[in-house]
C-alpha cells in the first residue's frame, strides 16, 4: 500500500536538518544535509509504520491534506 506523508525540514544552527512528520507524532529524525535527512525521515516513517501495524493501529497519510506556504509583510 502506498502513503502519503508531508515532513517538515527545520535547519539547525548548528549545522544539518531536523525533520519532523505531522501527521505522525513523535516520529522525529535528523541528517546531516538535506539528501540524508529525507533518507533518515523515510527510515523513521518505515519504522513508525510497522510499530502501529504491530499494535492493529489505522495508519494516518497525508493523502487528503493540501500544504500552502503564506508569506506575510507585516508593518
Not at 5 to 30: A, D, N, R, W, Y
Amino acid at each position: 500500500m502506498n502513503y502519503n506523508f508531508k515532513i517538515h525540514l527545520h535547519k539547525e544552527t548548528e549545522g544539518g536538518f531536523m525533520v519532523t512528520v505531522p501527521s505522525l507524532p513523535g516520529c522525529i529524525t535528523q541528517g546531516d544535509d538535506l539528501d540524508d535527512a529525507i533518507a533518515m525521515a523515510k527510515e523513521a516513517i518505515e519504522l513508525y509504520i510497522e510499530e502501529l501495524k504491530e499494535r492493529g493501529e489505522n495508519i494516518p497519510d497525508d493523502t487528503n491534506t493540501f500544504e500552502y506556504s503564506l508569506n506575510l509583510a507585516v508593518a
